[in-house]
Structure formats: structure tokens, C-alpha cells
């Protein structure tokens, strides 16, 4: 049986992200790419941790998302940590710029997918940084939830 070299089904997480902030609001933006970035993305070699959105001109940019090179691409291969442009409603671009004045709040790219019709989508959250406390809290919880499920296993 032959391996593809492209998924069909990518769901890249930025699982940092849920542990470094509270996520309060969730958007779905579609990103200008450059040829050989939705081959790349496809091959999954994308890495979401270091990424932020940032408003500039009435317009959202996403920066810090590395997509690696592709390896079969010429001297019109994409830089891997460029930023990208996110396509999102003007109305939901105001609201989401309203909410970042507020003290404390940032855009986060939570997650990477590719949709039925086969465009890339970037799953961004609205979050506001946790305390250390909150974060012993979450490891708390999630050390509760592995502990009831071994219990349920036995």
C-alpha cells in the first residue's frame, strides 16, 4: 500500500495555547498563502506555538506561525516565518479591535485546518493571559480527568 504524502484531513492544535491563556471567543479566519505554504500545510509541517495576530490599517496579520519550507520547491519557495494576511469579516475585524484595546486581551491562532472545500482556515481565540495560580489550576484539573479515566479503564 502506497503512503500518501498529503493528508486529506489536517487539524494542526496549538495546545500551548489553552495552558498559557483563558480562551474566551473563538473566530474563524481563511489566510492569503503563497503557493507552496498550502503544500507544506498539507504535509503538516506547521508549527502554530510562537504565532499572535496583530491589527495593522483596518487589517488582521498573523505572525510568528512557522511553515516550513517545501522541499520540493524552487526559488519561488514561501519564507517559513513570514506574516500572513487573515481574511475575516470588516464587522468582526472592528469588534475583535475594539476587544483588544481592552487591558490584557490578545488574538491567539488556536488551530490550523483544512475545510471541505480545501481551503486553509485558522482558528483564532480571543484570550487573556492566565496567572501561575490559574495555571496549577489547569494542570490540577487535567491530572483529576487522566486519574477517573484510568479508574474507568480498570
Request: glycine content about 8%.
Amino acid at each position: 500500500m502506497k503512503q500518501q504524502r498529503f493528508s486529506d484531513n489536517i487539524n494542526i492544535r496549538n495546545r500551548q495555547a489553552s495552558f498559557e491563556y483563558e480562551l474566551l471567543d473563538k473566530y474563524v479566519a481563511g489566510m492569503v498563502l503563497m503557493g507552496t505554504e498550502i503544500k507544506s500545510i498539507r504535509e503538516g509541517k506547521v508549527n502554530l506555538q510562537d504565532g499572535y495576530c496583530y491589527f495593522n490599517n483596518g487589517e488582521m496579520f498573523v505572525k510568528g506561525i512557522n511553515i516550513t519550507p517545501y522541499a520540493q520547491g524552487t526559488h519561488y519557495n514561501h519564507d517559513a516565518t513570514r506574516e500572513r494576511k487573515l481574511l475575516l469579516k470588516r464587522s468582526e475585524i472592528k469588534k475583535l479591535e475594539g476587544k483588544i484595546e481592552e487591558k490584557g486581551l490578545t488574538l491567539i491562532p488556536t488551530r490550523l485546518f483544512i475545510n471541505d472545500r480545501g481551503l486553509a482556515k485558522l482558528e483564532i481565540a480571543l484570550g487573556k493571559g492566565k496567572k501561575l495560580h490559574d495555571k496549577r489550576d489547569s494542570i490540577r484539573e487535567r491530572d483529576a480527568k487522566r486519574e477517573l479515566n484510568r479508574i474507568k479503564l480498570k
